[in-house]
């Protein structure tokens, strides 16, 4: 037995060579829900999932000159390094554009605003505008004026400028000599992409590290900080890894505190060793079975050792302390041994139903240790321990007297109404960012973006997809009914750069009409009389006159100019077109577009939250009435009389209502990782009650006393570790067990003697 326990520990092992964690956040989200799982793919395709963001800044001076060679240097350095490739000057051709826009105008002017020109230009306001455009061509830059005001007299452009309004994907911020400058003039902003995607980590830290060497060479006195998402996957992976290392050394050294103090016998170390072979076992057949392993579930792993060593204690102190022979101590032992791990395994098992992949690779993985250790504590740690009985040198935990026995289920009673009326005050918080790591550094930069350009990261995307003009009219729409409502800082679309086919088509031949029209022939007649008399030649407007004639629109891509800021606002899906429109993230926006008559995926970053904390509070509200179902029933089946049943949840009662009362009272959100730590605690909680009871029942000895406490000193190091990790997610489940355990371990050790007291037990027999 022992060569097969040794054959199969080199097995798992031998597959930990080959683990390599998951960065995955789909893990995250239940998968249950297609349309959750759904949004969240698609929130991943938001124009930053690639896009690289620096923020440049002197530390005193506003020296632009200087900046702008720091942005060379950081971007020459950066761009060497071959992992993405920063813009040091955004190359946008004003005259070029401007030039463009005005020879499409009759595509572009809107059909709808053509009547309003009528009373706009009047002869007087027609010879005000020929007088400007005279004193420009006369002006030192009238030379690259010249084609616009011949293509364009009346400067009806103006008209097509406001709508590009709305192509500014900064909120904030100003554009000058190729640069994009925080609106208070103290940072500028450079702009890129990379192909690493964000579950890449090594690419994360290839991208972090060539920031860190562009920096580096920096005149003194300037800063440059690296934004994007790879940055985040990397701190979270980076973080976990630390409090792997941090959480095995705090487990160790706690386990062996533990042992030191109350086994002192070296012969004892197959009782840690033994459990840590079956952890071990179970992590290397998860990763056998092809689960991806996330770093929150090896974490999990110190507290499934902690658990585990509960099942070899109850056999060392029972073998080691036995008045009987060893076979005869274990049959004892094993029917409410068997029940206490039967409840743990299936709090742990309950998870498998989760509707979060990672609440199930936790459960699967838990279960696994867990049925493992059972065995091995049952047929193998036996073998094992050969030393001869000793007697029990430190009393139990007594309680008797009516008196100290009325104290203590007053006192309990008085707590429990304590931590129930924190209970109350518990929320829930389904946001991701509340179980990520986010560095400091990397807030403190975030913050700076959106104080000097705006939020780029927190706005809600409104997704079009489908054929082509189908998807470029449904835009149109969407802009039109948008744009009355949000101002253009707060909206970015395509619609007025890039319209449909049909509407350019109709602004066409609207836009020919028009000038054939009395109204138009009139503007045309009264500009043809006043040009001669301002000194233009008969022929110097002919484009102008020109474009009166119907021609088919001319098919323009997104201008180049556009594609550093806007280009991931359009992708191709196949055959299909993928349109974004970006919007303030509001709690109207979604009253805004309930009629229905577009087909069209709303992505709030807000409104994702708000449904993930429903799902995370569904999933809850399943899991917990299951696994406290489960408990209850295998309680029952053990123990068989309702006063033994309640007296052994005593300690499941005080770690729950305990845990949701800390909680509240010290204002602690509850995320997917606290559902975890509810299941758990009542899994784990339950053995110590069943074991008490089992003991006053049966007449047992001061044995059982410390094999509780010191099984739930060994718990308490698991889960104490991981409430010391840096990570929320582990810090959630560590600290949320933590406090059930440890308001379970005293209810088991003090009220549950007091609520099941010796007469009672001899009037029952």
């Known amino acids: 037995m022992l060569l097969l326990v040794l054959v199969l520990i080199v097995a798992g092992g031998f597959s930990l060579l080959h683990l390599q964690l998951s960065e995955n956040a789909e893990a995250l989200i239940p998968d249950r829900d297609p349309q959750l799982l759904r949004q969240f793919q698609l929130l991943q395709q938001s124009p930053m999932t690639h896009k690289l963001l620096v923020v440049i800044e002197a530390e005193e001076s506003r020296d632009r000159a200087r900046l702008t060679e720091a942005a060379a240097v950081f971007a020459t350095r950066f761009n060497r390094a071959g992992v993405g490739r920063l813009q040091t000057r955004l190359q946008i051709d004003l005259p070029g554009l401007l030039q463009q826009l005005v020879v499409e105008m009759p595509q572009r002017f809107p059909a709808a605003k053509l009547p309003q020109l009528a009373d706009e230009l009047s002869e007087e306001e027609i010879g005000l505008r020929l007088q400007e455009a005279r004193d420009e061509l006369l002006s030192p830059v009238g030379l690259g004026s010249k084609v616009l005001i011949r293509t364009d007299p009346l400067r009806l452009r103006q008209r097509l400028f406001d709508g590009l309004a709305?192509?500014?994907?900064?909120?904030?911020?100003?554009?000058?000599?190729?640069?994009?400058?925080?609106?208070?003039?103290?940072?500028?902003?450079?702009?890129?992409?990379?192909?690493?995607?964000?579950?890449?980590?090594?690419?994360?830290?290839?991208?972090?590290?060539?920031?860190?060497?562009?920096?580096?060479?920096?005149?003194?006195?300037?800063?440059?900080?690296?934004?994007?998402g790879q940055r985040y996957t990397l701190a979270n992976a980076m973080a976990i890894k630390h409090d792997l290392r941090r959480i095995g050394l705090l487990v160790s050294a706690g386990l062996l505190l533990v042992f030191g103090l109350f086994l002192r016998d070296w012969r004892a170390l197959p009782v840690l060793l033994l459990p840590l072979a079956g952890v071990v076992l179970a992590l290397g057949l998860v990763l056998l079975s092809g689960v991806e392993l996330s770093g929150i579930t090896l974490g999990f792993g110190a507290v499934v050792l902690g658990v585990a060593l509960d099942y070899g204690l109850h056999v060392f102190f029972a073998l080691r302390h036995r008045q009987r022979e060893p076979e005869q101590v274990l049959a004892e032992l094993s029917r409410p041994l068997l029940c206490g791990a039967l409840t743990s395994i299936g709090a742990f098992v309950v998870l498998l139903s989760s509707a979060l992949p990672v609440q199930r690779q936790?459960?699967?993985?838990?279960?696994?240790?867990?049925?493992?250790?059972?065995?091995?504590?049952?047929?193998?740690?036996?073998?094992?321990?050969?030393?001869?009985?000793?007697?029990?040198?430190?009393?139990?935990?007594?309680?008797?007297?009516?008196?100290?026995?009325?104290?203590?289920?007053?006192?309990?009673?008085?707590?429990?109404?304590?931590?129930?009326?924190?209970?109350?005050?518990?929320?829930?918080?389904?946001?991701?960012?509340?179980?990520?790591?986010?560095?400091?550094?990397?807030?403190?930069?975030?913050?700076?973006?959106?104080?000097?350009?705006?939020?780029?990261?927190?706005?809600a995307m409104l997704l079009l997809e489908g054929e082509e003009e189908e998807v470029r009219q449904q835009n149109e729409v969407l802009f039109s009914r948008l744009r009355d409502k949000l101002s253009p800082g707060d909206l970015v679309s395509l619609a007025p750069l890039l319209p449909s086919r049909a509407t350019r088509t109709a602004n066409r031949a609207a836009w020919s009409s028009f000038w054939h029209g009395a109204a138009g022939g009139r503007i045309a007649d009264e500009l043809r009389r006043q040009a001669g008399e301002h000194g233009f030649a008969p022929t110097a407007f002919a484009p102008f006159f020109a474009s009166f004639e119907a021609q088919a629109p001319v098919e323009r891509p997104l201008p180049a100019c556009f594609e550093p800021l806007l280009g991931n606002l359009e992708q191709r899906n196949g055959e299909k077109l993928q349109i974004l429109t970006l919007a303030a993230d509001r709690p109207e926006l979604a009253t805004l577009l309930q009629d229905g008559q577009l087909d069209m995926t709303l992505l709030s970053p807000r409104l994702f939250r708000a449904e993930l904390s429903g799902a995370v509070k569904d999933d809850f509200f399943r899991l917990a009435p299951c696994a406290g179902v489960m408990v209850l029933l295998l309680t029952a089946l053990l123990l068989r009389r309702a006063r033994l049943v309640i007296a052994a949840l005593a300690p499941v009662i005080s770690g729950v209502v305990a845990m949701f009362g800390i909680m509240g009272w010290a204002g602690i959100a509850f995320n997917l990782f606290n559902a975890v730590a509810t299941v758990l605690v009542?899994?784990?909680?339950?053995?110590?009650?069943?074991?008490?009871?089992?003991?006053?029942?049966?007449?047992?000895?001061?044995?059982?006393?410390?094999?509780?406490?010191?099984?739930?000193?060994?718990?308490?190091?698991?889960?104490?570790s991981l409430a010391l990790a840096s990570h929320p997610a582990l810090f959630a489940i560590g600290i949320s067990v933590l406090i059930g355990i440890g308001a379970a371990v005293p209810t088991a050790l003090w009220l549950v003697p007091a609520l099941v007291p010796e007469r009672v037990l001899r009037e029952e027999k």
């Open 166 to 228: 709305y192509t500014n994907l900064l909120g904030r911020g100003q554009f000058r000599g190729g640069y994009l400058w925080s609106e208070d003039g103290k940072g500028l902003l450079l702009v890129g992409k990379t192909d690493i995607q964000l579950t890449d980590v090594r690419g994360a830290a290839a991208l972090e590290q060539a920031a860190r060497a562009a920096a580096a060479e920096l005149p003194p006195g300037i800063k440059a900080d690296l934004l994007c």
């Open 362 to 459: 936790l459960g699967w993985f838990a279960a696994l240790g867990l049925l493992l250790a059972l065995l091995l504590a049952l047929l193998v740690l036996p073998l094992l321990l050969v030393a001869p009985p000793q007697p029990l040198e430190h009393p139990d935990f007594p309680t008797k007297g009516p008196g100290r026995r009325n104290l203590l289920l007053a006192g309990w009673g008085l707590l429990l109404l304590v931590a129930l009326a924190g209970a109350i005050r518990v929320r829930i918080n389904g946001d991701l960012r509340q179980i990520s790591l986010v560095p400091p550094q990397l807030a403190a930069t975030e913050q700076r973006l959106r104080q000097g350009w705006g939020d780029l990261r927190g706005r």
């Open 682 to 720: 009542i899994g784990l909680t339950i053995d110590y009650g069943i074991f008490m009871v089992w003991r006053r029942q049966h007449g047992g000895d001061r044995v059982t006393d410390r094999a509780v406490l010191v099984s739930g000193l060994t718990t308490l190091a698991g889960f104490g």
